[in-house]
C-alpha cells in the first residue's frame, strides 16, 4: 500500500528526515518511535504532503503510483488521512456536520453526489455505536470545550466515518491522558480490517499496551535505526530509547 524509499527531506537548509525506508501493507498496523525532535510528526506530514517541508530526495508511492507530487487534498482523496495534533475549535459547526462535510468532500472528489440524509446518519449511528459514542455528541461545537477524550473521540469518529485506507495517527506526548489513549487504542482496534492500514506514531510505550502492532519501527535523528515487532516496543519500556541511542553511536564510530 504505502512504499516509501530513501526519503529525504527537510526545511530550508535543515535536514530533518536523512533517508526513510518504509513498507506498510493492508491489514498492518505499524508503529513508530522515538524521542522528540527524531522526525516523527515530519515524516508524517511529508507522507500528507504538507508544503511546509520540502522533499530533497526518495520516493513515496501509494498503491503502485507515486503521490510526491500530489497536493495533501489530493491524497487524502487517495485515502490517507492524517489525524490532527493540535485540533482545532471552530465554533458553530457541529461534530456531525464536520463529519458530513468530510464525506461530501471525498465523494465530489471521486465524482460522487452528496450522501443521501437517511444514508449517511445511518453510517454515523452505526459507527457511534460501534465506538461507543453518546448521542449529544453529534451536536457538540467542534472542539469546543472538548476534553481531551473528547478530542480523541471525535478524531476516531471522523476516521471511522472516512474509511480510509491508510491513516496516521500522530499522537503527540502531551495532553494524552490514560482514558485518551484508550480511545484512540480502542478505535485502531475496532477499525482495523483487512484491507486498511494504521502508522501510529507515539512518543509513549504506554499507548502499545493496548494496541498490538504488527511492526515496530525507531526513529532517531531522521532515520530508521530500528525495527521489529512489538517485542522491540517491550525492548524500549525496559531499556528506554538511550539504549538504541547508544547502540546506534557505536555503529557510527
Ligand atoms: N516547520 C519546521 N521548521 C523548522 N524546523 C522544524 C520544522 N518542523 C520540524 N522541525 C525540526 O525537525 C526536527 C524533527 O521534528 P519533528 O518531526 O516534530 O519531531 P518529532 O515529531 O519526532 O518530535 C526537530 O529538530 C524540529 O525542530
Ligand atoms: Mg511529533
Known amino acids: 500500500m504505502l512504499k516509501i524509499k530513501g526519503l529525504k527531506a527537510g526545511v530550508e ?26 522526525g516523527k510528526s515530519t515524516l508524517s506530514s511529508v507522507i ?14 501509494f498503491d503502485g503510483t507515486s503521490i510526491m507530487d500530489l497536493s495533501p487534498e489530493e491524497r487524502a482523496h487517495l485515502g490517507i488521512f492524517l489525524s490532527f495534533q ?10 456531525s456536520n464536520f ?19 437517511g444514508e449517511l446518519l445511518k453510517l454515523m449511528r452505526e459507527k457511534m455505536e460501534l465506538l461507543d ?34 491513516a496516521i495517527l500522530d499522537e503527540t506526548d502531551s495532553g494524552l ?19 486498511n492500514a494504521t502508522i501510529v506514531i507515539t512518543h509513549y510505550q504506554r499507548l502499545l499496551d493496548y494496541i498490538v502492532p504488527d511492526f515496530v519501527h525507531v526513529l532517531y535523528n531522521g532515520r530508521i535505526v530500528k525495527s521489529g515487532t512489538k ?11 538511550d539504549w538504541i541511542i ?8
Open 13 to 38: 537548509d535543515n535536514n530533518i528526515l536523512k533517508g526513510i525506508d518504509l513498507q506498510v501493507n493492508k491489514g498492518e498496523i505499524h508503529a513508530i518511535m522515538g524521542p522528540n525532535g527524531s
Open 48 to 61: 500528507a504532503g504538507k508544503e511546509e517541508y520540502e522533499v530533497e530526495g526518495g520516493s513515496i508511492e
Open 86 to 95: 493540535y485540533p482545532v475549535e471552530i465554533p458553530g459547526v457541529s461534530v
Open 99 to 117: 463529519i458530513k462535510t468530510s464525506i461530501n468532500e471525498t465523494r465530489k472528489a471521486k465524482g460522487l453526489e452528496p450522501m443521501p440524509a
Open 133 to 166: 459514542i453518546k448521542k449529544g455528541f453529534l451536536s457538540r461545537s467542534l472542539n469546543q470545550g472538548f476534553s481531551g477524550g473528547e478530542k480523541k473521540r471525535n478524531e476516531i469518529f471522523q476516521l471511522a466515518t472516512l474509511a480510509p485506507k491508510l
Open 177 to 195: 491522558d490514560i482514558d485518551a489513549l484508550k480511545i484512540v487504542a480502542n478505535g485502531i482496534n475496532k477499525l482495523r480490517t483487512p484491507e
Open 231 to 241: 517485542e522491540l516496543a517491550f525492548e524500549l519500556e525496559a531499556k528506554g530509547y
Open 246 to 253: 547508544k547502540e546506534v553511536e557505536e555503529q557510527c564510530i
